[in-house]
């Protein structure tokens, strides 16, 4: 059995939970066949495990306890571990986020089993699945396969497979309750906000629609150009590491190996040349737009559609063309 854990937010569904359960399915088909179960924690999230109940999956588990509805590590670890033992899947899948890397690897050791974490892609070798994760920041690829016994943990970067590609029910799976036995005196940590670098920080993984520039920009002064193009196409704005490394933009703004992995419908590269580190955070990106005035750069190799130009005559134009 894969069982997947989804990821929620304040009663809200996190999106790449759905898209964890796409990589669930895809993986039960090549591990033979395997039934998909989901689970979800928290304090009152019976709501979300109906609406987790619309995949094809063979059921949900709702984990409700007053200790989990603020996240603490202590708490999701006690839980998730009493799930782990009582389903005894063979998988255990989880969105790759600042959540799971909390927990996901204390989880993993307190069972004494593999966690495979960042997975791209699925493989096969000799019949067994095997997990594609990237090497290197981005450079090398390689196909991992667990040599322990289950269960195998294992975390999906966002963008790397499509919530849309989730195989929908005829009817709704069953969904049932666990209860579990928490202790507040073992739970060590305080729940706080949410991380956050800065008061303006965003979640670019959650955007829809993403403007980032590059050093093509040339100066700061520059940057309001590109902010009227995001605000036109109600995008956010990102940007690649010497942008933010220069203090032009927050570093929550960063994308690419070292910042946010991002998996928008749109993302528009304004004077981005393309390095590997930056790609590896975009490259999933459903239809990606590049302006550049250089026809060599890199950013065109990943690109549906490529303006070669100078950014300052074409990004005005596309806007005086949005606000028509």
């Not at 390095?275 to 950013?299: C, E, F, T, W, Y």
Request: a negative charge.
């Amino acid at each position: 059995m894969v069982l997947v854990i989804a990821e929620q937010r304040a009663g809200a569904l996190n999106r790449v939970s759905w898209e964890t359960v796409a990589a669930a399915q895809q993986l039960a088909g090549a591990a033979g066949g395997m039934p998909v179960t989901i689970a979800v924690a928290g304090g009152s999230i019976r709501d979300l495990a109906a609406e987790l109940a619309s995949a094809s999956v063979a059921s949900v588990v709702a984990i409700e306890h007053p200790l989990l509805a603020s996240y603490t590590p202590d708490g999701f670890v006690q839980a998730l571990q009493e799930l782990v033992s009582r389903t005894t899947p063979s998988y255990v899948a989880i969105p790759h986020t600042y959540q799971t890397r909390d927990f996901a690897p204390a989880l993993a050791s307190r069972l004494a089993r593999p966690l495979i974490t960042d997975v791209i892609g699925l493989a096969s070798f000799e019949g067994r699945p095997a997990f594609v994760r990237p090497l290197f920041q981005g450079r090398l690829v390689a196909d991992v396969v667990p040599d322990a016994a289950p269960p195998c943990f294992v975390t999906f970067q966002v963008g790397a497979f499509r919530a849309d590609d989730v195989v929908r029910g005829a009817a709704p799976a069953p969904v049932s309750t666990m209860e579990v036995a928490l202790d507040a005196s073992t739970i060590r940590q305080k729940p706080e906000p949410p991380f956050r670098e800065a008061k303006q920080a965003v979640d670019l993984s959650q955007a829809e629609r993403i403007v980032a520039v590059g050093r093509g920009i040339k100066a700061p002064e520059h940057l309001p150009l590109v902010r009227a193009l995001a605000d036109a196409l109600g995008a956010e704005l990102g940007a690649s590491r010497p942008i933010c490394d220069s203090g032009w933009l927050p570093m929550e703004r960063q994308i690419g190996s070292s910042g946010q992995t991002v998996a928008p419908k749109l993302y528009v590269a304004v004077g981005l040349s393309g390095a590997i580190q930056h790609l590896v955070g975009m490259k999933a990106s459903r239809a990606i737009v590049a302006i550049n005035k250089d026809p060599d750069a890199p950013i065109f190799e990943v690109a549906d559609y490529g303006i070669v130009g100078d950014l300052f005559e074409v990004v005005p134009a596309l806007i005086a063309e949005l606000g028509r």
